[in-house]
């Protein structure tokens, strides 16, 4: 019998861009975001702030959401966010107050992303890992911002 080997982060992260991708196809800002806990998926999500008229449906939020409703709880502490762009400050205060364990994201974002508003904001035990699948990433969100100019 074969012992159970665990996904890696560019696993999780083609999870991710399937969300990203749904977003694109809705028009939406193509982010998407999984969850996963103990090898596992135990949510997806991605943007919808156009179709629910939110602001703050961003993939992030909702996979919280979805994640604390399968676990039960509200920490995430033993789950990893695979989030194909880097969390923007509201994000990362959720992710904070979930104290989510790890967060790995695709694309950098020097505009928006809590590195340059928030960067000491993540719970001081949550690991970060950057530039995961960044360029599949990144291609996604040129296409969708140069077919709206």
């Not at 809590?114 to 890992?129: E, F, G, L, N």
Request: hydrophobic content about 40%.
């Amino acid at each position: 019998m074969c012992p159970l080997v665990p996904y890696d982060d560019n696993y999780w992260m083609r999870h991710a861009l399937q969300e990203a991708r749904l977003a694109y196809e809705e028009g939406e800002v193509p982010i998407g975001a999984v969850i996963v806990a103990n090898n596992k998926l135990i949510a997806q999500a991605h943007n919808q702030v156009e179709r629910l008229n939110d602001p703050t449906a961003h993939a992030e939020l909702l996979a919280i959401t979805a994640a604390t409703e399968a676990l039960g709880g509200k920490y995430l502490t033993d789950c990893t966010l695979y989030v194909t762009l880097e969390p923007c400050a509201m994000c990362i205060g959720a992710l904070r107050w979930a104290q989510i364990g790890q967060i790995v994201f695709g694309a950098s974002d020097s505009k928006g992303g809590y590195q340059r508003w928030a960067p000491s904001v993540p719970h001081p035990k949550t690991t970060i890992k950057s530039g995961v699948m960044a360029e599949e990433s990144t291609q996604l969100l040129t296409s969708f911002f140069q077919e709206r100019r």
